[in-house]
């Protein structure tokens, strides 16, 4: 009996470290060649399995391969478009597995995050109402950290190693020009309905007084004179004040603070603009001086300050995702597992997809400060080791360097086209 190929699509927001579980499947899918075919990737994700549009990874040196693990982005191209339920569009479902029959692919590597789940569950579960053999495995994914059932995701570890060194060292600019020139700064970074993010930056203080003095979590309701009165204070106190903010800050109501009423391809509300807003208020009330910056893209892709953790779970959950696939598992997530020593541990576990599809992790209360502004030491306890260890990638002419693959495309087999 030939042997299965496998496809594999990065999904949604890319990260510093999604690369490097892309790295994980195909080097452990090639360790396996005499039950595993060839690795085919989506180009743009999905969308390339829908279009037949696949990438032959067999095509890239060992080397090319192996250089994904310091490279940021997505090798093969990411996309957002959401599949819908199986009752309002099932012709896509059934063009994924046209497509999978049509390239003799049984192994199905979806990487992404709670969306993503979704998706690999459904295509699983319609191969097996088809009777066409496939096992799909969810790789996890999102610099959110708000995927269910593991103990962090891939991508965020790098993220919040970014966004501290970056409060930090921008705190120190700010302290060191306070007398004269600006009071406050306020950092936006990402985050929708989970502040894991915005939490990350709590670990710029090392001392009572240090900056982020102010961190605002989608979890806690902003309120408008509560945040005024401790950024006053604050300068009062310190000279200075540093504002850290999660886009999903919201008021009691659940509103956005900068919903601009749009929708994204996966229907969440667009954001954007927080860091001005705030910033708006603070001048407009108390008259301050201020800078505001928004991390945005930069937060996502700075792989030159990757977390050594990350990169090194990353590539495990890649290479877990294909061993669960050698195992016979189906419908399941690679997740990771936290020890409970002093000394941090990890290891990988196992979660079914319908536990995780479509749920959102939320930074738990006990995190979180008792006047909504800060991390506690349990908060802090769970973050530290997420961003320990530097993986610096190789460096040529004072710049990193990052592999570009060939992508080469499998031909076409299916003569008719699909519109996504």
């Not at 049984?106 to 995050?113: A, D, L, V």
């Not at 993503?116 to 569950?121: G, K, V």
């Not at 995701?153 to 120190?172: L, N, Q």
Request: hydrophobic letters at 40%; glycine letters at 10%; aromatic letters at 8%.
């Amino acid at each position: 009996m030939a042997r299965k190929n496998a496809f594999y699509a990065q999904s949604g927001g890319v990260t510093a470290v999604i690369n490097a579980s892309a790295c994980g499947v195909i080097e452990t899918a090639r360790a396996n060649r005499n039950t595993i075919g060839k690795v085919y990737a989506g180009r743009n994700g999905i969308i390339g399995a829908l279009r037949e549009d696949l990438i032959d990874t067999s095509k890239e040196s060992k080397t090319a391969i192996r250089g994904l693990l310091s490279t940021p982005s997505g090798a093969f191209g990411s996309c957002r478009h959401k599949l819908k339920s199986l009752e309002e569009n099932r012709a896509e479902y059934e063009r994924l597995i046209e497509v999978f029959r049509a390239h003799n692919i049984g192994y199905f590597f979806y990487n992404g995050g709670g969306d993503s789940a979704d998706t690999c569950l459904k295509v699983s579960q319609l191969s097996e109402s088809m009777g066409y053999p496939l096992q799909a495995i969810h790789i996890p994914k999102t610099i959110d950290n708000d995927l269910p059932l593991t103990d962090n995701c891939p991508g965020f570890g790098s993220v919040a190693k970014y966004v501290a060194i970056s409060t930090r060292e921008a705190a120190m600019d700010v302290a060191s020009m306070c007398e004269t020139s600006t009071k406050v700064f306020v950092l936006e970074v990402m985050g929708r309905h989970a502040g894991w993010i915005a939490a990350a930056s709590g670990l710029a203080a090392e001392e009572k007084g240090d900056a982020p003095h102010i961190i605002l979590f989608p979890e806690v309701p902003f309120d408008k004179t509560t945040f005024l009165a401790k950024v006053q204070a604050t300068v009062k106190k310190n000279g200075y004040c540093v504002v850290v903010a999660s886009e999903g800050a919201q008021y009691a109501d659940g509103t956005f603070l900068t919903d601009s009423g749009t929708r994204d391809a996966f229907g969440h509300a667009q954001l954007g603009g927080l860091a001005p807003t705030l910033a708006g208020m603070i001048k407009s009330e108390l008259g301050y001086k201020y800078h505001w910056a928004v991390a945005d893209y930069l937060q996502r892709s700075a792989r030159h300050i990757a977390s050594a953790t990350d990169v090194e779970q990353a590539y495990a959950l890649g290479k877990a995702g294909v061993e669960f696939a050698l195992a016979g598992k189906n419908a399941v997530m690679p997740a990771i597992v936290r020890g409970s020593g002093k000394r941090y541990s990890w290891r990988i576990g196992e979660a079914p997809l319908h536990k995780v599809a479509n749920k959102e992790k939320m930074m738990p209360k006990r995190y979180i400060t008792r006047d909504g502004f800060g991390i506690t030491a349990a908060g802090r306890e769970y973050l530290a080791p997420l961003i320990t260890g530097e993986a610096y990638p190789e460096y040529r002419n004072g710049m990193p360097r990052y592999v570009r693959l060939k992508n080469a495309s499998v031909p076409r087999k299916l003569k008719d086209s699909f519109t996504v």
